[in-house]
T-cell receptor
Framework: DAKTTQPPSMDCAEGRAANLPCNHSTISGNEYVYWYRQIHSQGPQYIIHGLKNNETNEMASLIITEDRKSSTLILPHATLRDTAVYYCIAHNYGQNFVFGPGTRLSVLP | EAGVAQSPRYKIIEKRQSVAFWCNPISGHATLYWYQQILGQGPKLLIQFQNNGVVDDSQLPKDRFSAERLKGVDSTLKIQPAKLEDSAVYLC?????????????FGQGTRLTVV
C-alpha cells in the first residue's frame, strides 16, 4: 500500500500557482519524497524529488516540512497542459515506486 | 536521449488467448519495472528486474503472468491465458541507479483489452 495520502482532486485557475499537498506521516528516514504526474494516455513523468531540503527545478518546487510528515508540490504558473494526475511517492533506494490514486489536477481557463 | 520504448501500443484479444508485450529500456539503465494500471487507479508493480535478475515479483500472478529480461536489456511480459480482469495498461519503466538519483522513466504503455 502507498505510504502517502493525497486529496483525490483539485482545481486551479490558469496562470495561478497550483499547490498540491501530500501527507506521509510514516515516512522513514531514508525514504525520499518523489512526485510524478500522468497526463491522459501517457506514462507517468518524473517531476521532482527531495529528502529534507526544499527543491526546485524547471518544472516545479517541492516544499518538505521540517518533520518530513508532509510536503507540497508547487507549480508556479499552471497552464492547461498541467492538467494531469499527480502522484506523491515515498521511495527508498533500490525499491520500486508504490503509486496511490494520486490527485487529479484540473487547470481551468 | 531515447526514452523507454514499448510495443505494441494497443492490443485486443479474446479471453483465454495469450499475449506478449515488449519493452526496450533506456540504454544503460540497470533496473526495469513492469506495472499494471487499471482504469482509474495508480500503477501497480508486477515485477522489478535488476540487470537480468528478479528483485521483486511478489505481486505477479505467476499462474498466468511471466516476464523475462534476457541479457539484462530488453524485456517481455506474457499473459497466458488472459482473463477479462487483465484489461489494463501495462507500463514499462527503467531507472539508472546512480547515487541517490533513482527516478524511473516510463514508456507510453500498452493498452490491453480482453473481450
Amino acid at each position: 500500500d502507498a505510504k502517502t495520502t493525497q486529496p483525490p482532486s483539485m482545481d486551479c485557475a490558469e496562470g495561478r500557482a497550483a499547490n498540491l499537498p501530500c501527507n506521509h506521516s510514516t515516512i522513514s528516514g531514508n525514504e525520499y519524497v518523489y512526485w510524478y504526474r500522468q497526463i491522459h494516455s501517457q506514462g507517468p513523468q518524473y517531476i521532482i524529488h527531495g529528502l529534507k531540503n526544499n527543491e526546485t527545478n524547471e518544472m516545479a518546487s517541492l516544499i518538505i516540512t521540517e518533520d518530513r510528515k508532509s510536503s507540497t508540490l508547487i507549480l508556479p504558473h499552471a497552464t492547461l497542459r498541467d492538467t494531469a494526475v499527480y502522484y506523491c511517492i515515498a521511495h527508498n533506494y533500490g525499491q520500486n515506486f508504490v503509486f496511490g490514486p494520486g490527485t487529479r489536477l484540473s487547470v481551468l481557463p | 536521449e531515447a526514452g523507454v520504448a514499448q510495443s505494441p501500443r494497443y492490443k485486443i484479444i479474446e479471453k483465454r488467448q495469450s499475449v506478449a508485450f515488449w519493452c526496450n529500456p533506456i540504454s544503460g539503465h540497470a533496473t526495469l519495472y513492469w506495472y499494471q494500471q487499471i482504469l482509474g487507479q495508480g500503477p501497480k508493480l508486477l515485477i522489478q528486474f535488476q540487470n537480468n535478475g528478479v528483485v521483486d515479483d511478489s505481486q505477479l500472478p505467476k499462474d498466468r503472468f511471466s516476464a523475462e529480461r534476457l541479457k539484462g536489456v530488453d524485456s517481455t511480459l506474457k499473459i497466458q491465458p488472459a482473463k477479462l480482469e487483465d484489461s489494463a495498461v501495462y507500463l514499462c519503466a527503467s531507472s539508472l541507479v546512480a547515487g541517490r538519483r533513482t527516478e524511473a522513466f516510463f514508456g507510453q504503455g500498452t493498452r490491453l483489452t480482453v473481450v
